[in-house]
């Protein structure tokens, strides 16, 4: 099965500062990769999908890059409400993959 | 509007079974895939199994296949995961979630394996 290494496990910042998170697999996955956001107590939400493509409602501060192998989530600018766990999903082979995830939380 | 609600959990000794249901509305159910996902406590997300939209194609994560079984009723617009020889690492929140890209999700149904 196809591996995802997330990194940082845990990033400490402050609102209004850049967040890059980084994703990992094992082997290529072409582009087919999501980031899911989630909260304590909530379920995921979905935010970028096929490497690069925001989801339905999710604000222009969070992007996705990368293909292949290493992937990118970018939030440009934190909001409070942008403190939480994020997982990327390989959805190139049978088994899908989930990353371990990455927590960003307050400095 | 879009709703995912799963059902079905509860508290179960290992080696026995269990069905969760995962009832969908506000969207044409027969015409999309469906995943299963498990969060054990404090633990990230896992993958647990897929089904095309009639039910010809079902994937399954290797930690539960041989005793798990994904099935759908698209006549009642309900997913459904049949669990046998639960063990004590199955204990989590089972969720399911729409295709493509598990874009909508239900808030789970909690299964706990324990004698």
Redesign the interface.
Known sequence: ?IVLTQSPATLSLSPGERATLSCRASQSVSSSL?W?Q?KPGQ????LI?DASNR??GIPARFSGSGSGTDFTLTVSSLEPEDFA?Y?C?QRSK????????TKVDFK | QVQLVESGGGVVQPGRSLRLSCAASGFTFRTYAMHWVSQAPGKGLEWVAFISNDGSNKYYADSVKGRFTISRDNSKNTLYLQMSSLRAEDTAVYSCARDPGLDVWGQGTTVTVSS
């Not at chain 1, 049978?94 to 995830?101: D, E, I, K, N, V």
């Open positions: 099965e999501a899911y989630q379920a995921p939400r979905l999908y989801a339905t766990v997982y999903l049978w088994p899908l993959t989930f990353g371990p995830g």
